[in-house]
């Protein structure tokens, strides 16, 4: 049965969450009460699909 995961971004997961940034908010940096932040400066997890008896890593 699948679970979720989450785990601390790794420098391989790089691509993929520059390519939700775009997406998402059409860039690395969003404005919060007038406040910019760099996405790529902020920690980040990963949430992904877990098969029960799969490699942990």
């Known amino acids: 049965m699948p679970s979720i995961r989450?785990?601390?971004?790794?420098?391989g997961d790089r691509a993929a969450l520059t390519a939700l940034h775009e997406?998402?908010?059409?860039?690395?940096v969003v404005v919060v009460h007038d406040?910019?932040?760099d996405?790529?400066?902020l920690?980040?997890?990963?949430a992904a699909r877990h098969l029960t008896g799969a490699d942990d890593t």
């Open 6 to 11: 989450v785990r601390q971004a790794r420098d």
């Open 39 to 41: 996405l790529r400066d």
């Open 23 to 28: 997406r998402e908010w059409g860039g690395p």
């Open 43 to 46: 920690p980040a997890l990963v």
């Open 35 to 37: 406040t910019p932040y």
